[in-house]
């Protein structure tokens, strides 16, 4: 059986799932209902999150498809598959053309030498423009670099969502087959073009890992030559030279999004192995002493550091089943066993130095925690500067913005002051699209103030394109903390007097505790507040003094929302139930001692 190995790239929301979901039921191997975001986050925020393996089987070919991350925060995921794949299908959507995302990923399928399948998605859509779409996307390809041969890409028009492809727009279709056709024609087997003497040295690099409760560490991986086998002996080379030996317990390959044990896989596939405890990406397996090892897959360094800690509040221990730092270190262990774009530092006893790739990769991690019981605080995100001969750098990113005309003049200013530098201003209508560059650190905490300046219709994307020289100071935070200054029960009549100096966090009946923040302030100082203080009761009645309470909604925490507006003096408590804002210090006492000490 021939062999084809895809990965399924583009920007978030794209359509790459909906696409593969209909690919994986139309050649009988997807099942009603299941879809390739299996997480239960995933499916709730509607992105991909981790790199999912599945394989359809179409004319005799077995067809290998990685449906990838379109997050920024994701973006290592997406590198590490490009590796270990043979071409990638690059979906766009007819509207809204390249973005970020799109533009990031095909950079690096283009470097790797890849030769992309263009498919232009969701051509039903009111204002789609797949001409003007086609036309971008090769602007696109040349911008990049590609080579001729690259840049003569086939191009499939497609609607995800009702699992229909085109090869001309004219075309009537009521299936994906000249999609697979494309893939068929287009894609050399890798079979065919990998060794194909069965007797040949066994080389396999892993991609990707995940986790069993039963095998303990697995490893996704592409076969370049020979044949993989249960029970067989290896041989595992780092890139560095470095060798060490181990057996291969249990051989699995994929039929759909399932995975079936295999006596063997052979050369072209991707297959998932499970008995070397120890293995890592990049590394090569293989049963020749004398084997080179394969080229390193780069991991993106993380950009973002913030501390973990055990729950320390007066609400402690009320809501988590795993409460200790010994449970969270064993937590952060295993997941760095996943998750490679995570790094812990476990040096300190009672805090865990954790890095990671942004705000969204920190806070699934988080909230994965979260679901499992865990209760725990972390301090502020910070951005990771690096040395360069002397020099002071951090990360750097492209932000992309498409919104009303209306609105360009506050995110113009707002980003001006947060180290911003535009780059570009394209007008579509009564549309904008902004292009700007500037550090990570401006665009932390950022992505609330932009939903409240667009009203909810403008689009932020970003994606990280390298470390730059430091930017100097730049002014972020223009609210202040409303601290709660008593413990007890929230009042209504006590928050409808407070929710005019600024934006509450938590509704009449609520818990708190001192030194709670219970809600923002819009003019930027801290204030202390009263929010159990009830009503003065006499017999005295006047006309107007029981006038009607109306209380805004509470602008409700989430992890996201947490980690945007935190102060540096502030922790995220966050337990299976609750999330909320504290001070570090939570008596107006040891705030003021705290404060004298950082004069001192």
Not at 8 to 24: F, N, P, S, W
Not at 232 to 257: A, C, H, M, N, W
Not at 361 to 369: G, K, R, V, Y
Not at 466 to 472: D, L, N, R, V
Request: hydrophobic share 40%.
């Amino acid at each position: 059986m021939e062999i084809r190995n895809i990965a399924i790239i583009a920007h978030v929301d794209h359509g790459k799932t909906t696409l593969t979901d209909a690919l994986l039921k139309q050649t009988g191997v997807g099942e009603e209902g299941v879809s390739m975001d299996s997480n239960k986050l995933e499916q709730e925020r509607g992105i991909t999150i981790y790199a999912k393996n599945a394989a359809v089987f179409y004319k005799d070919t077995k067809i290998n498809i990685v449906d990838t991350p379109g997050h920024a925060d994701f973006g290592s995921e997406v590198e590490r598959v490009l590796r270990s794949i043979d071409t990638v299908l690059l979906v766009v959507d007819a509207q809204e053309g390249p973005m970020p995302q799109t533009r990031f990923v095909l950079k690096k399928s283009l470097e790797l030498g890849l030769k992309p399948i263009v498919v232009i998605n969701k051509i039903d859509k009111p204002a789609a423009d797949p001409d003007r779409c086609e036309e971008q996307v090769l602007e696109l390809f040349l911008e990049l670099g590609a080579n001729d041969d690259q840049s003569n890409f086939p191009v499939v028009y497609a609607i995800g969502k009702q699992g229909i492809a085109k090869k001309k727009l004219t075309d009537e279709s009521s299936d994906l087959m000249p999609l697979l056709d494309t893939i068929l024609s287009h894609i050399p087997s890798a079979s065919a073009e990998a060794s194909a003497d069965e007797s040949a040295a066994l080389l396999l690099q892993p991609f990707n890992l995940a986790y069993d409760n039963f095998l303990g560490r697995l490893a996704v991986a592409r076969i370049y030559q020979g044949t993989v086998k249960m029970g067989q002996q290896v041989l595992i080379k780092q890139p560095s030279g470095e060798t060490r030996s181990g057996k291969i317990t249990k051989v699995f390959t994929f039929r759909g999004l399932k995975r079936e044990e295999a006596e063997s896989a052979s050369s072209g596939d991707i297959a998932l192995i499970a008995g070397l405890s120890d293995i890592y990406i990049g590394e090569t397996v293989t049963t020749d002493a004398n084997a080179e090892a394969l080229p390193a897959i780069a991991i993106d360094e993380p950009t973002i550091v913030l501390n973990f800690y055990p729950n320390s509040s007066p609400f402690a221990g009320k809501e988590g089943k795993f409460v200790t730092t010994r449970q969270i270190r064993e937590r952060l262990e295993k997941e760095l066993e996943v998750n490679v774009g995570l790094k812990v530092d476990f040096t300190a006893t009672e805090s865990f130095k954790v890095s990671g790739r942004g705000e969204l990769h920190i806070s699934i991690l988080l909230e994965n925690m979260r679901r499992e019981g865990f209760e725990l605080m972390v301090s502020q995100p910070k951005v990771i500067f690096h040395e360069e001969n002397g020099v002071k750098t951090e990360p750097f990113e492209e932000v992309i913005i498409d919104t009303p005309s209306e609105f360009q003049g506050p995110i113009i200013e707002r980003l001006g002051l947060r180290g911003f530098v535009m780059q570009n201003l394209v007008t579509h209508g009564n549309q904008v699209r902004l292009t700007f560059e500037g550090p990570t650190r401006g665009l932390l905490g950022y992505k609330n103030q932009f939903v409240i300046d667009t009203k909810g219709e403008g689009i932020l994307s970003s994606r990280f394109i390298g470390f730059k020289k430091f930017s100097g100071e730049i002014k972020k935070r223009l609210t202040g903390s409303m601290v709660s200054m008593e413990s007890g029960k929230a009042l209504g009549f006590s928050l409808w007097n407070l929710q005019d100096r600024g934006t509450l966090y938590i509704g009449p009946t609520i818990e708190v505790y001192e030194g709670m923040v219970i809600g923002n302030t819009s003019k930027g100082e801290e204030m202390m507040v009263n929010p159990t203080k009830g009503k003065q009761l006499t017999n005295m009645r006047a006309s107007g003094s029981d006038e009607a309470i109306n209380i805004v909604p509470p602008w409700t925490l989430s992890i996201e929302r947490g980690l945007e507006v935190m102060g540096e003096d502030e922790f995220l408590e966050i337990t299976p139930l609750n999330i909320r804002l504290r001070k570090k210090f939570l008596t107006d006492n040891d705030r003021a001692k705290a404060r004298r000490k950082d004069i001192a």
